[in-house]
């Protein structure tokens, strides 16, 4: 039987689609109006609301807690004071990624950690030495996301530290008397805040959040959207852009943290001395060069792209739906150099964009590619070229 | 040199938004480009502005759809602030109580259709596939420059036979509807689809906006035609609203212009186009100076082109005609309220998820037939059809949180009144909008904390669009594409050498659409080149 999230009682009436998901063993809604751009552009223009329940939640909590994160991952959270949330990725002996998440230093020894799959067995295997505890307390909160130019203008009528918190901040604070946890993060790439909340308290939390945000539009958004705005934010997914080692068969289908584009992680690896898993094999990686491609944003030549279906005699269409699956990409010559791992039509860009690996010859900025599409069943090439990522970047998201 | 004696490669008169797109296009090119606008603002008619305290309103245009695609990628418009909103609802309410209510979902809103005829939701997707084939057929019409038919030049014969070739390679179906649509009336065509009033009253709305027809009236099918030319995100007949209203659009539009290197001067009237030997070499402003420049292009409508801005003697006496009968008629207004709160549609009761669109108030083509028979008569509608939209739903920044704007566009509105003047009118005309309203909505009355109403004498006043038309010269047939704004005289160019149009009275004005804005731009650069 497929779990309810503690919000459950509210997204459930206001899904008038009712198209949901399962994620993580959770029912979601996919979108919860049958227009998702109305839902996309309340990301971009007031705000939205989403519900990140299903995310495995964890506590590390101890004297060691520092300590022993900061051997298991890969960035460094010796640098993340309490009162920051850090992004993080955690790498197998080998440095092949194993996830990425968000760690919230929550207290002096105690650590909260979002992921995607089951970490805990993971994780409690390494502790042994260590006088910590790890535990999974993905049930006991739910986890919204309130995401949006107005988010501030919306959480700054129900807390104070709304104002306060600077980009990847957190506070423990209340709204609607309830005890949450604040922080200034989010994967639309937008001004935005999450909030943990402990499942009794859920309700009456969302409540307050619908409440104080109807003159500003708020708009619960669904899984779609969130898709869509994690492109415009060039922001990875698991089982997307990366497959997790700890099940992978072969190297092809494991991937190391340079070549997703973390090398800015390891800035500054020379000063920090600390062992972490998989750091030989990042700093092989680092000297030698050896990455065997590079994540990069692509887009697509508008011109080319209407030229190439109006001379079919067909309407070029702009599909905002994200396609998370790989799509060829080419030289000049025809040669394979790569492949999206999502694509879509960014309606707020006006232009069709993409995340890929290419090969890292081809990783430069302004380099030009042949991107396949098929149209009439047919296999045809479009120009594209390489761009930075991220492909939407709003001064709000930190300022 | 002082500043007013500074020489430019080129001067735009107005700001509007085809005169902005035209600078930009110009600067773009290398030009040293200046754009003069009289008023202490850019935008033309695609302004908004705070009328009331916290309340913005987008006092004329108030819609995005027509702009073309390749004018957002080639001026960088998203890197300059471009967001256009998704308008996914209409509601269409209807005299009976009963409403149409359409959203993005194609079977939901086959059913709702269907709700009212089954026959109606039927024939949708039959209509809705013959009338993309014709848009498509037109689109790149709309993105050329129109052949000149009276030339004997070998590039525009070739031009012409270009044109047949394509029209040749149509498929029947799609080049006889595409005639039926130039030359006939909506009614008839939606006649051969639907059966039922709403749907042909929603569907009709289109086919009278800014004219002096009635769905009825040949003619009206041109009308229908060139709004489903807009599209959004590719999709033909779409609108959005821009963030901002449009008046955040044109804003837009001049930062992108700005980047280009343009220099934009406000309160700057032009009162003449200074010429020598039949060669435009500058303007006269309205404060005294004299700006010099070796292209001159006028963003204003036709009237004030050829006939204000320049003496009509250094022109020929058949173009002089042309421009003195042509058509302008004005026959809009707008209606802007703010409002303490949403309405409520009483079938509907909760339901605030209704605004997030069009409210179209036209619900059969009697109705709107009938509020064009007022106008036939040198009255304005007693029941009007009105375009309806509360755009803070969509953009929150619009107003106070919890508060609203509601942009009534109302016809019929004839610029010459019978028995009255629109100054006497005014707010005769705003009551009779909210009457209208009421009827609709119970306790519309309750909501109103402030109205605006623009008339189209006020149209022309603060504009200067001559009599209020809004396109800057009626969509009809004899005032398009070849014809757009006379015979011989489609091409952007002037009898005045260096003296080009590229408002809205040019192909392929009107609405908010920057080809002409473009195109101008496009024949200007290639006749320097010469």
Aim: negative net charge; hydrophobic residues 40%.
């Amino acid at each position: 039987m497929v779990k309810k999230t503690p919000f459950f009682a509210r997204t459930g009436p206001l899904n008038e689609t009712m198209l949901w998901e399962h994620w993580a063993g959770y029912l979601v809604a996919q979108k919860y109006q049958y227009s998702e751009l109305y839902e996309y552009y309340s990301v971009r223009n007031s705000a939205g609301l989403f519900d990140s329940s299903p995310l495995f939640k964890y506590q590390i909590k101890g004297a060691d807690a520092a300590d022993f994160l900061r051997g298991v991952l890969a960035r460094d959270i010796g640098q993340c004071p309490v009162g920051r949330a850090q992004y993080t990725i955690w790498c197998d002996d080998h440095g092949w990624i194993l996830e990425d998440g968000v760690v919230l230093h929550v207290d002096d020894d105690e650590y909260w950690l979002t992921a995607a799959e089951p970490n805990l067995r993971y994780f409690q295997n390494l502790s042994h030495p260590y006088e910590v505890t790890i535990s999974d307390i993905s049930e006991e909160y739910g986890l919204l996301a309130l995401q949006g130019p107005h988010s501030r203008n919306i959480l700054k009528q129900l807390t104070p530290d709304a104002e306060k918190l600077a980009y990847f901040e957190l506070s423990s604070t209340q709204i609607a008397q309830k005890n949450v946890v604040l922080s200034r993060t989010g994967y639309t790439g937008d001004l935005g805040y999450e909030i943990w909340v402990n499942k009794d308290d859920a309700l009456a939390v969302w409540d307050a959040l619908m409440e104080a945000g109807s003159g500003y539009n708020i708009t619960p958004f669904g899984q779609k959207v969130l898709h869509m705005a994690r492109i415009d934010a060039g922001l990875i997914l698991i089982d997307v852009e990366y497959h997790t080692a700890r099940h992978a068969w072969v190297d092809e289908q494991r991937s190391s943290p340079i070549e997703l584009g973390f090398s800015w992680m390891f800035r500054g690896l020379q000063e920090d001395s600390r062992p972490f898993i998989g750091r030989r094999a990042i700093e092989n990686e680092l000297v030698s060069r050896s990455s065997r491609w590079h994540l990069v944003g692509i887009e697509v030549d508008w011109q080319r792209y209407e030229n190439l279906y109006n001379g079919l005699g067909l309407i070029a269409p702009k599909d905002h739906t994200p396609i998370e699956e790989a799509m060829a990409l080419y030289d000049g010559e025809h040669n394979w150099v790569g492949h999206t791992t999502s694509f879509m039509f960014s309606s707020v860009l006006k232009k069709h964009v993409g995340l890929a690996k290419v090969a890292p010859y081809h990783a430069k900025s302004g380099s030009p590619l042949q991107l396949e599409l098929v149209v009439n069943n047919r296999p045809l090439t479009v120009a594209a070229k390489v761009v930075k990522m991220p492909f939407y970047n709003p001064a709000r998201k930190t300022a | 040199m002082s500043q007013a004696q500074t020489k430019y490669d080129a001067i735009v008169i107005g700001g509007g938004h085809n005169g902005l797109v035209n600078g930009a296009y110009l600067a773009k090119s290398g030009l040293k480009t200046l754009i003069l606008e009289k008023r202490h603002l850019v935008g033309g008619a695609a302004i908004t502005e705070e009328l009331y305290p916290g309340y913005h309103f987008t006092t004329f245009s108030y819609a995005l759809s027509l702009i073309r695609p390749d004018i957002v990628q080639e001026l960088e418009l998203v890197k300059n602030g471009l967001l256009v909103l998704n308008m996914p609802t209409t509601l269409a309410p209807m005299e009976n109580g009963d409403y149409l209510f359409l959203g993005s979902d194609h079977y939901a809103n086959y059913h709702e259709i269907a709700r009212h005829s089954k026959a109606d939701a039927e024939a949708y997707d039959d209509y809705t596939t013959m009338l993309n084939k014709v848009c498509h057929a037109v689109k790149p019409l709309f993105d050329q420059i129109p052949p000149n038919l009276f030339s004997q030049e070998p590039d525009e014969l070739a031009r012409l036979a270009d044109l047949g070739r394509h029209m040749r390679h149509l498929d029947p179906k799609t080049l006889h509807m595409l005639v039926r649509f130039l030359t006939g009336s909506a009614a008839e065509i939606l006649d051969d689809y639907f059966e039922s009033d709403i749907v042909k009253g929603l569907f009709s709305s289109s086919s009278i906006i800014g004219s002096k027809v009635g769905p009825r009236s040949q003619g009206s099918g041109l009308v229908l035609l060139f709004h489903k030319m807009g599209e959004v995100d590719g999709a033909f007949g779409e609108w959005g609203f821009h963030k901002g209203g449009n008046g955040g659009f044109t804003q837009v539009l001049a930062r992108a212009a700005q980047s280009f290197g343009a220099d934009i001067r406000l309160n700057a009237g032009v009162s003449s186009v200074i010429s020598k030997n039949g060669e435009a070499i500058g303007v006269a402003l309205e404060n005294g100076d004299e700006v010099y420049a070796d292209v001159i292009v006028s963003a204003l409508d036709p009237r004030r082109t050829f006939l204000q801005l320049v003496d009509p003697r250094e022109l020929p006496t058949d173009l002089v005609e042309d421009i003195s009968k042509y058509k302008f008629q004005g026959v809009s207004a707008k209606v802007n309220f703010a409002l303490d709160g949403l309405p409520e549609y009483p079938a509907l009761p909760g339901r605030f998820d209704l605004y997030r669109g069009f409210i179209n108030i036209g619900p059969s083509i009697d109705y709107i037939e009938r509020a064009f028979d007022d106008a036939k008569y040198g009255s304005f509608s007693k029941r009007p059809y009105i375009d309806a939209c509360i755009q803070s739903t969509l953009d929150p920044d619009m107003t106070p949180p919890g508060k609203h704007v509601l942009s009534c566009f109302v016809q019929y509105c004839p610029y010459e009144l019978k028995d009255s003047d629109w100054d006497s009118e005014r707010e005769n005309l705003g009551d009779t909008v909210q009457n209208t309203l009421e009827s609709f909505f119970p306790n519309f009355n309750d909501l109103v904390l402030h109205r605006e109403v623009v008339t189209p004498l006020d149209i022309e006043r603060t504009v200067g669009l001559s009599e209020g038309n809004i396109f800057a010269g009626e969509f009809l047939a004899p005032q398009m594409y070849f014809f757009r704004p006379a015979p011989g005289w489609n091409q952007y160019r002037t009898p005045i050498r260096g003296y080009y149009q590229c408002g809205s009275g040019t192909h392929p004005g009107g609405c908010v659409i920057g080809g002409p804005g473009k195109l101008a731009a496009q024949q200007i650069i290639g006749d320097m080149k010469q």
